[in-house]
């Protein structure tokens, strides 16, 4: 099994930054394709940004400029570091991985339960 914990959400004012974290563990093998989406109130999931293994990146229009995405994979951790934030931002903000498990010859993927971000202007 695997499992995603999310960090690093909070209360900011407009303007402000945040880091946050999603650590992988469990019965790890290899993780491809990792990725932060959000579902805002009364909104649809969509996808923030994306990272490969090999450290290429996509971004959503809204976020491109501001936020940043990156990965440890010897630590099995993305990141997304936010600035200049707006209220349109809030959201729960979850964190998605392609996993392949040890003992497996595909992958599937993760969700994480999510972590609280709130922007006030």
């Known amino acids: 099994q695997v499992q995603l914990v999310e960090s690093g959400g909070g209360l900011v004012q407009a303007g402000g930054s945040l880091r946050l974290s999603c650590a992988a563990s469990?019965?790890?093998?290899?993780?491809?394709?990792m990725g932060w989406y959000r579902q805002g109130p009364g909104k649809q999931r969509e996808l923030v940004a994306a990272?490969?293994?090999?450290?290429?990146?996509n971004y959503a229009d809204s976020v491109k400029g501001r936020f940043t995405i990156s990965r440890d994979n010897a630590k099995n951790t993305m990141y997304l570091q936010m600035n200049s934030l707006k209220p349109e931002d809030t959201a729960v903000y979850l964190c998605?991985?392609?996993?392949?498990?040890?003992?497996?010859?595909?992958?599937?993927?993760?969700w994480g339960q999510g972590t609280q971000v709130t922007v006030s202007s």
């Open positions: 998605n991985a392609d996993v392949m498990s040890y003992g497996t010859n595909h992958y599937f993927q993760y």
């Open positions: 990272i490969t293994s090999g450290g290429r990146t």
């Open positions: 469990g019965n790890i093998f290899s993780i491809n394709i």
